[in-house]
């Protein structure tokens, strides 16, 4: 950690003067360097060939530290992984800070490292930023936001009005770590293994998925805030379609489906945050299956339901029993501040 006149951040560093410059210099600047940030304008110019696709997300997760990761890699992936979703590579990124008064040094640099170490296993480069700083008591340590921008793979057509009836739904890993990890964090709960979030970067196996079968998959959306289940409704409701799942093909850990039961929540509705929901072409769906288990995160992605024109804009699983029940969005906030 660099050098600096104070241990905590204090309401001079958001002044714009000396405090400010020596922050940014000996921290922001210093670590994430690049050509176009080094510029250290009010804003970035560069080139892009081709269609571009842009996304923006500010993160507020309480802890900002958990098991697995800590707000800064939670940014940098978020905001790749929203590119991923519209079938574009993340290639720039803003950073944006709100920090409040009596954040430790320590705490801001190891978050840097963090956002360092994201970039350099995203492939991308923070090229202009902002930071703020409020009074002790009025945020919540950090708040971070960011905004990607990417260009959309040459064979991606991704778009809910290209979903039909018949359609494959895949998840690409087990569901809900990323919630419970921060719920177990927030109320200092203890489990005989250890939980981690599953924060990562999505970019490079959307990319290689869309090399292979490009149009043919449908639609791709990360479930994050709302879990599967708002997903799922989401797409139902876009795609004017109804949504059959099937439960027993549904994966989900076993120390992770211990800990849902143990806090009362539903697997379906707790937030994810390294993995996605992949709609796609009956045709292909066994072979995106069998390329998507290769991935070092992917051995338990499963085909979890399929598109149907029956019961439009809903819904339906069928339990482990056999039993059908709807699945509707989440109503209310089931986990807050997991993101």
């Known amino acids: 950690m660099p050098k600096l ?3 905590t951040i204090n309401l001079g560093h958001g002044s714009g003067g000396t405090l400010t410059n020596q922050l940014l210099e000996k921290g922001v600047f210093t670590l994430l360097e690049n050509g176009l940030l080094n510029k250290k304008h009010d804003g970035a110019i560069f080139n892009l060939n081709g269609t571009v696709a842009m996304s923006t997300d500010t993160y507020v997760v309480s802890p900002i530290f958990f098991e697995g990761g800590n707000i800064g890699d939670l940014a940098i992936n978020g905001t790749v992984n929203d590119l991923a979703m519209c079938g574009a590579s993340a290639k720039y990124l803003s950073l944006g800070f709100v920090l409040e008064e009596g954040l430790k040094m320590t705490e801001f640099w190891e978050i840097l490292l963090s956002i360092k170490a994201a970039c350099d296993a995203a492939g991308v480069q923070i090229i202009t ?13 950090i708040f971070i936001n960011t905004t990607g921008i990417g260009l959309v793979h040459e064979k991606a057509c991704i778009d809910s009005a290209n979903i039909k009836a018949g359609d494959k739904i895949i998840l690409s890993g087990p569901l809900a770590r990323h919630g419970i990890t921060i719920m177990s964090h927030r109320q200092g709960l203890q489990f005989e293994t250890t939980i981690s979030s599953d ?4 970019k490079e196996i959307v990319l290689s998925l869309l090399d292979t079968f ?3 998959i449908h639609l791709l959306r990360d479930p994050t805030r709302g879990g599967l289940a708002t997903v799922l ?3 139902a409701v876009e795609a004017k379609m109804g949504v059959d799942i099937w439960q027993n093909a549904i994966p989900v850990e076993e120390e992770v489906y211990g800990a849902c039961e143990m806090l009362g929540l539903d697997p379906l509705y707790v937030a994810n945050e390294g993995l996605f929901v992949a709609v796609v072409d009956a045709s292909i769906a066994d072979s995106l299956l069998q390329q998507l288990r290769k991935w070092q995160y992917g051995t338990n992605a499963n085909i979890v339901g ?6 439009s804009r809903q819904v339906l699983m069928t339990s482990n029993i056999g039993g059908r029940r709807v699945v509707n969005m989440l109503a209310g906030e089931q986990l807050p501040r997991i993101c």
Request: glycine content about 12%; cysteine-free.
């Open 5 to 7: 006149d104070f241990d």
């Open 233 to 235: 409704n989401e797409i």
């Open 306 to 311: 399929e598109v149907t024109a029956d019961h």
């Open 129 to 141: 930023g902002d930071t703020k700083v409020v009074e002790r008591g009025k945020g919540d340590k």
């Open 214 to 216: 490009g149009e043919h």
């Open 199 to 202: 924060t990562r970067p999505l």
